[in-house]
């Protein structure tokens, strides 16, 4: 596909001047007014799927279907019609062989001849805006649940004095069942205000963490619940580093997922044919809470159940939101909770037969 341009190699100071560049989340390529490839960063190594060295002197207009509008675009910045200008395409990739609709803005360096390139993935660009709406939500959720929980529990304790007082007044045993009604509503709601203030309440207690030990752990938790019809597989990159956090709560965090899952593969498990994956693995040069990091922990707990259903996706790290009757809808809200706690951040793909959960920490 690509063809090397009469200017070929370029020179050891250009990529020392163009660093920074590779601390950038989104893909960028600075080209001669001709369009040679003077430089690309890690992130558009990464989309093209080739090395820089290897990019190094080539046309980038080999790697657009249609390359008339970057060509009118670095005619224009030549000419300083413009200081920038954007437009969409679709960008060619070596591997995988397909193309990817992308933003792209041509800019002017500071430099003649200079031309800087970004290319923002449509579908990227997405999954950021997904991902800075859902840190906004969680945010205001865990004020408006801080909040609301002081506010019941005030009253609530009230409330279960003024019913026990009440009983010891009274001799009819018919009237007593009345109050041990208010009394263990109560309770019940207590129970689930401490719960709302749990992760606010408990501190974080930081030391070396093995997410494989964590994995194990809830493995066992699991399969002592649900010792018959579901096959627990472990697909672990063992040269995972260890780092540094709270094991406890991520402890918890995996448990509340592996959970709920178990709970949605009910079905399944009276068939004998549930399974319920941990799949562990590094991802490289990632972006998510609005940064970009070398190294990260990716962690997939994965269900064959019947998938989240479609009124609930968008809402299932909601408070009290569950789609399972009965259930309490604070699971997954603590998870996203401890994840977040540890510069994280959880997301869920889910169809019928296939329920990803993915969790990303950042490692050392």
């Known amino acids: 596909m690509a063809q090397t341009h009469p200017k070929a190699k370029l020179h050891e100071p250009h990529h020392q001047r163009f660093q920074a560049f590779d601390w950038l989340p989104t893909p960028i390529a600075v080209l001669t007014s001709e369009g040679v490839i003077v430089f690309v960063n890690a992130e558009l190594e990464d989309v093209i799927g080739q090395s820089r060295r290897s990019l190094d002197g080539l046309s980038f207009f080999n790697f657009f279907s249609d390359d008339k509008p970057l060509r009118h675009a670095l005619a224009g910045a030549k000419a300083n019609e413009f200081s920038a200008l954007r437009y969409d395409a679709e960008f060619l990739r070596f591997k995988p062989e397909e193309s990817l609709p992308v933003h792209v803005i041509v800019a002017q360096s500071d430099l003649a001849d200079e031309i800087i390139i970004e290319l923002l993935p449509i579908q990227q660009q997405t999954k950021q805006d997904r991902e800075e709406r859902l840190l906004d939500q969680a945010q205001a959720n865990k004020e408006l649940i ?13 409330i279960r004095g003024a019913a026990q007082l009440l009983e010891m007044e009274m001799d009819s045993k018919e009237l007593k069942e ?7 509503e109560a309770d019940r709601l207590q129970t689930l205000v401490d719960r709302l203030l749990a992760p606010h309440r408990r501190p974080h207690v930081v030391g070396d963490v093995n997410i494989h030990e964590v994995c194990e752990r809830v493995r066992s938790l699991i399969v002592s619940e649900f010792p018959r019809g579901m096959k627990v597989i472990r ?3 063992t040269s995972i580093p260890e780092f540094r956090g709270d094991r406890e709560q991520l402890i918890q965090a995996v448990l509340n997922i592996a959970h709920n899952a178990s709970l949605a593969l009910m079905e399944r498990i009276h068939e004998g044919s549930a399974e319920l994956t941990f799949k562990t693995r590094i991802a490289r040069q990632t972006t998510f809470g609005k940064q970009r990091y070398r190294l990260a922990l990716e962690l997939h707990v994965i269900d064959n159940g019947p998938g989240v259903p479609d009124s609930i996706k968008d809402r299932i790290f909601f408070p009290l939101i569950s789609g399972r009757e009965g259930g309490s809808g604070l699971g997954l809200t603590l998870a996203q909770t401890f994840v977040q ?4 951040s959880i997301e869920c793909e889910s169809v019928a037969g296939r329920t990803d959960f993915k969790i990303l920490i950042p490692l050392p």
Do not use: F, S
Not at 146 to 158: S, V, W
Not at 178 to 184: A, E, G, L, S
Not at 341 to 344: D, P
């Open 146 to 158: 801080r909040n609301l929980a002081h506010e019941i529990k005030n009253p609530l304790g009230g």
């Open 178 to 184: 009345y109050t041990q009604v208010i009394i263990r």
């Open 235 to 237: 697909d672990y990159d």
């Open 341 to 344: 706690q540890h510069h994280g």
